[in-house]
């Protein structure tokens, strides 16, 4: 069985930093490209970022040049740096695997508010 669990976020002025973590396992984690998610109040769920099992990234619009996706395949662990924070960030922030699958972690949330 599939599982995820994101940690870290958290809430943060404009303009701040933060990084959000996911913890995969029952895959073999270095074969699967991974994808961080948020789901906003009222808004449907989107892709934030995602990369690949060769590492290579791509990046929503709304958040290119500010957030940054990464992966250790050792720790079948990945991250979520996100810079810049805007108030339109604020969301639950999942990961999962690309394509994605019915299988849904917690989340964690991102409140970005002055």
């Known amino acids: 069985q599939v599982q995820f669990v994101e940690s870290g976020g958290g809430s943060v002025q404009p303009g701040g930093s933060l990084r959000v973590s996911c913890a995969a396992s029952g895959i073999i984690f270095r074969f699967y490209a991974m994808g961080w998610y948020r789901q906003a109040p009222g808004k449907q769920r989107e892709s934030v970022a995602r990369?690949?099992?060769?590492?290579?990234?791509n990046y929503a619009d709304s958040v290119k040049g500010r957030f940054t996706i990464s992966r250790d395949n050792a720790k079948n662990t990945v991250y979520l740096q996100m810079n810049s924070l805007k108030p339109e960030d604020t969301a639950v922030y999942y990961c999962n695997l690309v394509p994605l699958i019915d299988s849904w972690g917690q989340g964690i949330q991102v409140t970005v508010s002055s």
């Open positions: 990369i690949g099992s060769n590492g290579s990234t």
